[in-house]
């Protein structure tokens, strides 16, 4: 069965309940996080986890923060919803010193897969602590992040804490990351132009330098 159709299962089975459970959901950046947001919000009462401290530089994640939480609020009193963003600032120094070797590898290597599952997990982990009932996270959105790969990262997660359920998904599927690029022009948002971290950011000075 394709991610997409679990999570449709998934969804269904909520859908059910005469209650919306919490969910914890893992956020990169206000774009990625447009159309995610749109379709959870209708099966669950949604926090927003912005835990990204391979984001570099320090005026780069501000900016990112504020745009993503700009679009939260406009999300709100939109739709009389009081979802809450949670930021964690306190892995900026141990990530530097866990991913070093990203320097010699290529955006999308196996590097970058140790990325998302770092965040992932750092997110997972509050999530666990807070009795969220679902954690998931809305990096498959994008066409450069691999949805599967992170759906496994999620349930190995699981695993570690497994009073807190991972949601299968792949919201690029479904038109779901035009939508989300709709939104995000829509609201004006800033889109930027490479991953995150500092190597991307040389990666992306050297193609613009080309």
């Given amino acids: 069965m ?3 159709e679990i999570y449709h299962q998934e969804i269904d089975e909520i859908d059910k309940l005469n209650k919306k ?3 914890f959901l893992h956020a990169c950046c206000g774009p990625c996080l447009a159309y995610p947001l749109v379709e959870l919000s209708k099966h669950f009462t949604i926090t927003i986890g912005f835990f990204n401290p391979n984001i570099y530089p320090l005026s780069e ?3 990112r923060y504020e745009t993503l939480f700009n679009y939260v609020a406009s999300f709100n009193k939109k739709n009389n919803l009081d979802i809450k963003v949670i930021s964690n600032n306190d892995e ?13 590898d290529v955006e999308g290597g196996s590097t970058c897969l140790k990325c998302h599952a770092y965040r992932m ?7 666990y602590e807070h009795k969220y009932e679902y954690f998931t996270t809305v990096m498959s959105v994008s066409s450069k992040k691999p949805s599967h790969d992170l759906n496994v990262i999620g349930l190995n997660l699981e695993r570690k804490y ?14 779901g990351q035009l939508i989300g690029i709709k939104i995000s022009k829509e609201e004006k948002m800033y889109r930027q132009n490479y991953c995150g971290c500092k190597y991307s950011l040389i990666e992306r000075d050297k193609r613009n330098n080309q």
């Fill in 2 to 4: 394709k991610d997409i």
């Fill in 21 to 23: 459970p919490s969910l």
């Fill in 61 to 63: 994640f501000d900016k």
């Fill in 92 to 104: 900026f120094e141990n990530y530097q010193q866990l991913f070093k070797s990203r320097a010699d």
């Fill in 121 to 127: 997990d750092i997110a997972y982990k509050y999530a």
């Fill in 162 to 175: 497994p009073t807190t359920k991972f949601l299968i998904a792949d919201f690029k599927k479904e038109n």
